[in-house]
């Protein structure tokens, strides 16, 4: 196997990613995901693009010879359920107000039975 697909499958085992996942979002027909990632089909410059891209790095970032998967317990634990990558600044901005609506779901129930009752009157 290539140095590429031997670090893609280091880091899919390390970060426990699915194939199934990388192949919903990179298109890539998971049976020949699973061809590439076994090494009985060579893997083509766009493949190893996609698969890069699905986990939120540089297709670079598997070449490295210096490659050294993240451990998990290195992220802050809130910010983890289900690592694929470093989030966008959007969808960091999304998470975060998500956060803050679960931390104030009370008062957005409240309020919303409140204007329930008074639209009643």
Do not use: C, H
């Amino acid at each position: 196997m290539t140095k590429y697909i031997d670090n893609v499958n280091a880091y899919l085992s390390q970060m426990k990613i699915k194939q199934t996942y990388i192949s919903l979002k990179t298109g890539i027909d998971k049976n020949k995901l699973s061809r590439i990632l076994t090494g009985t089909q060579d893997v083509s410059a766009t493949d190893m693009e996609k698969i890069a891209d699905a986990l939120g790095k540089k297709m670079e970032f598997f070449l490295n010879d210096a490659f050294r998967v993240p451990r998990i317990i290195d992220f802050e634990p809130e910010k983890i359920s289900f690592y694929a990558g470093e989030p966008t600044e959007k969808q960091e901005e999304t998470a975060n107000k998500l956060l803050r609506l679960m931390e104030n779901i009370d008062e957005v129930m409240s309020a919303k039975y409140r204007f329930l009752n008074i639209s009643e009157e």
